[in-house]
């Protein structure tokens, strides 16, 4: 998505979500070479279904009109493109 960015995670003990997210952060904007670009905080949800959630998050650029469909969509794990773990649903 042009203005966000959406990640389904499973975060063993004991990790930290908040330490992913400013370590994908730094990683981010020092490969770009810009000073900011991400607001200072995240949104967090911890949802009870990872299977509807992920297929939320794959129909979020459908539905924004940027792909005809989730595997069209090149930044979207539904391309096939990322090296992404199978997802346990349940």
Partial sequence: MPDHCH?????????SISKI????KTALVKSI???KLWQPRFFLDLPNNSGKTLEYIH???VRAKLAEGAEEYPWSSASG???VMELETR
């Fill in 7 to 15: 990640f389904l995670l499973n975060v063993p003990a004991p990790g």
């Fill in 21 to 24: 997210m400013n370590s994908y």
């Fill in 33 to 35: 070479g810009i000073k």
């Fill in 59 to 61: 129909l979020n650029p």
């Fill in 81 to 83: 493109k990322w090296d």
